[in-house]
């Protein structure tokens, strides 16, 4: 059978003159001295062929990596004598120059350089200076020698060489530049930026699309510029109602109560006085106090005891089976069966509203009340705006102005002040002590640290002008 047979699988592997057939394609009648290309490897000489075991014999064993699942072509050349004695003289001369320069049989990837004969001297050494010496210019054109002329580079610029955006069409457009694109200078950057300013009062006048961040340290508040107008950033983080338990208010029970008896308070007076078994208690801090009652002696009120009124800030009570947070505006409270009321006086809701800050306090509602307890006959107050206020020479210790009565003298306050004028140095608490002291014109806020809150010279008499803009209670936050 003498035509060119198509295998497309076989595998050989090294030291083996085995070609194995993977596939059912016939290797009957293979001629001897035929040859077989596998995988485009050089050619082999085939001797014969086993139908059996579907292998083809090679004269010379391959020798390198196996060849697996290969294709392979076989050609009957086997009356071609002198063609198939160079094949193998081939095939041996080149297992015999890996064995002898290369990496093995097979394989002649590399051959040392100690076995080049007479290589040229050039070959084995770094070249000389002389050798590589020389002018730039003998091998450089003219034109990259110089600048070039003028007439070099003019012309007329093709429509190829213009943007895609200049419109050719157009006569005007041709007569433009392309546009440059121009990277912000380090003055309009920062003109981007807001701008950070103090200010005393709150404003009014338009940014006028001006960046702009305004902080007024006196309120601590920060006003943020829009367009045509101020943004106010709210500075509160909380808010809830706090019952204020005057002299003389008290929760009244529905019927005795025996037990035991939890509550947390904050004293601003009398310390723990007016709470069940008068404790001692420091003013001016949060506590969680627990006592029991007897049977013998049962509580009928939360806020007196013993002819003792409690004064202060009663925030949470809490009895054997039941329990309240006092928070809510509201006068019968039923889990504590029991409802506000006064042992003199006028009943009226003891709650204000307290909103927290970032500083830890909680701070009141303004209570500015509009008609002073007490002014002095050098003090005047605007008809039209109780909130503002003027003095005239005010020179005698009781020629002052106070707020609030005796109950509030204990309290802890911040005051908001506008001093539009003063002629010397105004006291704002009774002790006439700093840091609470008006020395000139501007804003002003005082933390008064339970203290009647008292306006008067601080040494001669005071002539001025200003606006009280809030009074507010100030209490820390608990940390129960």
């Known amino acids: 059978m003498s035509t060119v047979r198509e295998f ?27 040859v077989i290309f596998i995988a485009g490897d050089r050619p082999r000489v085939v001797t014969s062929g086993n139908t059996v075991n579907r292998t083809l014999t090679l004269a010379i064993a391959y020798t390198g990596n196996d060849i697996v699942e290969k294709s392979a072509t076989l050609i009957p050349l086997g009356q071609n004598n002198a063609l198939l004695s160079a094949i193998t003289s081939l095939t041996e001369a080149q297992n015999g120059l890996a064995e002898a320069y290369g990496d093995g049989p097979g394989n002649v990837s590399e051959i040392s350089f100690s076995m080049i004969v007479d290589p040229p001297t050039t070959a084995t050494q770094w070249p000389t200076w002389t050798q590589v010496q020389g002018d730039i210019n003998e091998v450089l054109p003219e034109t990259a020698t110089r600048f070039p002329d003028f007439s070099e580079v003019s012309g007329k610029v093709s429509i190829e060489q213009l943007p895609d955006d200049i419109d050719t069409d157009n006569k005007r457009t041709q007569a433009l530049s392309p546009p440059v694109k121009q990277n912000l200078s380090l003055t309009h950057i920062l003109s981007d930026y807001p701008t950070l300013k103090k200010t005393e009062v709150l404003p009014e006048d338009s940014p006028n699309n001006e960046p702009q961040i305004r902080y007024d340290d006196v309120r601590g508040l920060v006003h943020i510029s829009l367009t045509d107008r101020w943004v106010t950033i709210p500075t509160v983080i909380g808010s809830r109602k706090f019952a204020i338990f005057q002299r003389g208010t008290i929760i009244r029970l529905n019927s005795a109560y025996s037990g035991g008896i939890k509550l947390r308070v904050y004293p601003m007076g009398n310390g723990g006085l007016g709470l069940p078994n008068n404790p001692t208690l420091a003013n001016h801090q949060w506590h969680e106090y627990e006592t029991t009652i007897p049977e013998e002696t049962p509580l009928y009120k939360i806020g007196e005891f013993n002819s003792e009124y409690f004064e202060g800030i009663i925030d949470y009570v809490e009895l054997d089976n039941s329990w309240a947070t006092l928070d809510a ?27 927290q800050k970032a500083d830890g306090y909680w701070y009141s509602e303004d209570i500015t009340p509009q008609t002073p307890n007490y002014m002095g006959l050098s003090w005047t107050q605007d008809p039209n705006n109780y909130r503002n206020y003027s003095v005239n020479d005010a020179d005698g210790s009781t020629d002052a102005l106070r707020f609030f009565g005796d109950d509030y003298d204990d309290y802890s306050f911040e005051i908001i002040l506008v001093v539009h004028s003063m002629n010397r140095h105004m006291a704002v608490t009774i002790s006439n002590s700093a840091p609470n002291i008006v020395y000139e014109a501007e804003p002003y806020r005082f933390l008064t640290n339970a203290e009647r809150i008292y306006f008067k010279r601080r040494n001669n008499g005071i002539t001025g002008s200003m606006t009280v803009e809030s009074i507010k209670i100030r209490i820390p936050v608990s940390e129960y």
């Open 329 to 355: 505006d509201r006068s019968y409270y039923r889990s504590l069966n029991g409802y506000f009321d006064v042992a003199f006086g006028t009943l009226k809701s003891p709650f204000r509203t307290f909103y």
């Open 8 to 34: 497309p699988s076989v595998t050989l592997t090294n030291n083996s003159n085995l070609v194995q057939i993977n596939t059912n394609d016939s290797n009957f009648s293979v001629v001897p001295g035929s």
